[in-house]
């Protein structure tokens, strides 16, 4: 199992990469869903819906929870660009380090894989927003530390597993704006 979660954690450093050059875009909070259970676990991704600063940031974090609580996923791993997400959140500080945050959550733990950068502007997207080249420092990793809140609730939403209908559930995240993106096996 760990192969297919190390598989999911460089393609959306490789995805992520990609936004920022070709788009000036960071990668928008999403999970990835693994059913270590099933035979072909990955079981496909959420991404957060557009959200306005602050309370309604992070409820849209812990709604990408209940997906996978109604999938009753055994791992995720949940993903967002750090400074974007901080300033989001509204929090107390004025500057945020860069960087991809790339969590990897079990039942009974879970490890934060950091992936910073700094960035050179390149030149401009095809609908105007500047693009960036990004300098990757060292990452790291860290077993169990602290997460944000909403961070921390989207996990608790997705350990609560819900005897709740799958198709209405993906129907109204859907509705709400989240991207449902799913594989066929």
């Known amino acids: 199992m760990p192969a297919v979660a190390d598989g999911v954690i460089d393609t959306i450093l490789k995805v992520s990469e990609s936004m920022l050059r070709d788009h000036g875009l ?3 909070p999403q999970v990835h869903i693994l059913a270590e259970d099933m035979d072909q676990p990955y079981v496909g991704f959420v991404t957060c819906r557009l959200f ?12 990408l929870g209940l997906l996978p609580s109604v999938l009753m996923a055994t791992r995720l791993v949940v993903a967002w660009e750090d400074c974007d997400l901080r300033t989001a959140l509204e929090l107390p500080e004025e500057h945020f380090a860069t960087g991809i945050v ?7 733990g879970h490890t934060l894989h950091w992936h910073p950068f700094d960035v050179e502007v390149n030149g401009t997207s095809p609908h105007g927003i500047p693009t960036v080249i990004p300098h990757w ?3 790291a990793r860290y077993a169990n530390v602290p ?4 961070i921390e609730a989207l996990l608790e939403t997705w350990r609560e597993f819900r005897d709740e209908d799958l198709q209405e559930t993906a129907i109204a995240l859907q509705q ?3 991207e449902l993106n799913m594989v066929s096996h």
Do not use: K
């Open 26 to 28: 960071c990668l928008r």
């Open 52 to 63: 306005y600063r602050g309370r309604d940031a992070a409820d849209a974090l812990a709604n």
């Open 102 to 108: 790339i969590l990897d959550a079990g039942f009974d």
């Open 137 to 139: 420092r060292t990452s």
């Open 147 to 150: 997460l944000l809140a909403p």
């Open 176 to 178: 709400a704006g989240y």
